[in-house]
């Protein structure tokens, strides 16, 4: 992970000691007073014809300023800590070649200090374990200068910009160097120095306490699947959150095979379970008194001669049996049994993160995390997602689909051949009847639970924008962190 370091002064912008300078501004359009201290740059923006709208970047020539190569970037008409966040991500992301980067504000902008130095952090990201020729080096040091920053608060940007990163890391690293058995070592790594237990159970222990969805779609790989599970549980603690993760090290679709084409990129399949370790190390980073436990399912999706057949049955750790009719449908296998084993600690809410359906993509695009689950929790997730400028949307689980699920031998099917429609809901469905209920009674409620679908929105594809490149997008860990946050106010 290479992230750059960001420091604090209150001396004026932006002195000397960087190599260049970044001036965050409102669009220079009706706001020429709040642009009054710098001489000059109203008039240049206006002589290059810049459009001030959120995010622009330009560099520009003004000597009455400053000597250093400065840029300004927009945080926008109306700015906000999400513009600003991501006008400063634009511009640590852009202004290549220079080691050191002063960050300043436009009069009243540094009000969003906060949000500029999670910007500057999650933007200041690269990645180029892999390449012989490095790209244009971004800044390792930057430095803001605003009248002040919250108290801890580059600390914080630093933690949740930490725990993106990791999720990107994982999620870049071939499937060929990253088997169940080294990621979830990785998970034990990451979370060394936190107080944070792990346990990693191997394939025999999952075979033995009947783990049989991640057994099932793990026995066609020569690497044997892992289940992960740690604990942060902070003495003080107010709410116990269980996330769950598909650990999927790489999806070829086992016997029911993907085509070429649809097989690429498919190492991707263990971002749900990058995503909950990483939201669990930044909550204990940030010392949160919240409870929780984090579950990482994890195997190997391969054919070979003992790979489940389509028509094989599984019986899951809860004693459901699933007909699997496509072996492709392998995430909501391992993911059921992980449910199981989260509910079993009967905890307040649980997730599961899962690069799931390729239907969610179809439904709702490349941007937007699918949401199903409990109403409540769902609402809750979804105010979480909005605080922090991460964009979601629901999806109803209906009641009239759970027929679709009907198997002529066992409990259910993995997947309807016959009819894709909705298939993102279907999955939900599925998952969902492996949610716990919160007393023994067979009528009790589920315990409250959200599903989030990041098949489209933990990858990105099309150009770069904000704090977001080609790649691996490390979404959903800023809002649980903001979720488990919410949960501490309202204790
Ligand atoms: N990992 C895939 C989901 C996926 C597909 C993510 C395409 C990104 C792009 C998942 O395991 C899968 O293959 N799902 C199948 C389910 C189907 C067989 C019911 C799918 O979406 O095609
Ligand atoms: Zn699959
Ligand atoms: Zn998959």
């Given at each position: 992970m290479t992230l750059p370091v960001i420091t604090h002064t209150t001396d004026p912008f932006p002195g000397s000691s960087a190599a260049a300078a970044v001036l965050v501004i409102p669009d220079p359009d009706g706001a020429a007073e709040a642009l009054s201290d710098y001489e000059g740059l109203v008039e240049t923006l206006t002589a290059i014809g810049y459009k001030g709208s959120a995010s622009a970047f330009s560099r520009v020539h003004l000597p009455s300023v400053t000597a250093l190569p400065l840029a300004v970037v927009s945080a926008g008409a109306a700015p906000t800590a999400q513009t600003v966040r991501d006008a400063v991500a634009t511009a640590v992301r852009t202004l290549?070649?220079?080691?050191t980067v002063a960050i300043g504000f436009a009069a009243?902008?540094?009000?969003f200090a906060d949000a500029a130095a999670e910007g500057a952090l999650l933007g200041g990201y690269r990645f180029d374990d892999y390449r012989s020729e490095k790209k244009p080096a971004k800044a390792e040091t930057l430095v803001l200068h605003a009248a002040q920053v919250g108290d801890g608060a580059l600390d914080e940007a630093r933690i949740i910009a930490e725990a993106v990163a990791l999720v990107k890391d994982l999620v870049s690293v071939p499937a060929e160097w990253q088997s169940p058995a080294q990621l979830a070592q990785s998970a034990v790594d990451a979370v060394d120095a936190l107080p944070i237990e792990v346990e990693v159970l191997d394939e025999t222990a999952l075979e033995e306490q009947g783990f049989g969805g991640i057994i099932g779609v793990g026995r066609g790989s020569d690497r044997p699947p892992r289940l992960v599970r740690l604990s942060y549980s902070p003495a003080e603690s107010t709410r116990h959150i269980a996330l769950v993760g598909k650990g999927i090290t790489f999806d070829t679709g086992g016997l029911s095979l993907k085509p070429a084409a649809g097989m690429v990129g498919m190492k991707f399949d263990m971002a749900g379970a990058a995503t909950v370790l990483a939201a669990i190390r930044a909550i204990a980073a940030l010392g949160l008194p919240v409870r929780v436990t984090a579950w990482m399912c994890i195997a190997d999706n391969m054919p070979s001669g003992r790979a489940t057949r389509p028509g094989d049955v599984l019986r899951m750790l809860d004693g459901q049996t699933v007909e699997v009719l496509n072996t492709d449908a392998e995430g909501r296998l391992v993911m059921a049994d992980g449910l199981v084993a989260a509910s079993r600690e009967n905890p307040d809410v649980i997730f599961d993160v899962a690069t799931l359906t390729g239907a969610i993509i179809v439904a709702l695009g490349m941007r937007h995390t699918g949401v199903m689950g409990e109403d409540a929790a769902v609402a809750e997730y979804l105010a979480a997602a909005d605080r922090v400028g991460e964009q979601a949307w629901a999806l109803p689980l209906p009641e009239?689909?759970?027929?679709?699920?009907?198997?002529q031998i066992a409990d259910m099917i993995n997947s309807n051949m016959s009819d894709r429609s909705g298939g993102s809901m279907f999955a939900g469905l599925f998952l969902q009847r492996f949610i716990g209920r919160t007393s023994d009674a067979d009528d009790a409620p589920r315990i409250p639970w959200v599903h989030l679908d990041i098949a489209g929105s933990s990858e990105h594809k099309g150009s770069p924008y904000g704090f977001t490149e080609k790649g691996p997008t490390g979404v959903a860990v800023r809002s649980l962190v903001a979720f488990a946050r919410a949960s501490v106010k309202e204790a």
């Open positions: 290549t070649g220079f080691d009243g902008l540094d009000e009239y689909m759970e027929d679709l699920l009907d198997s």
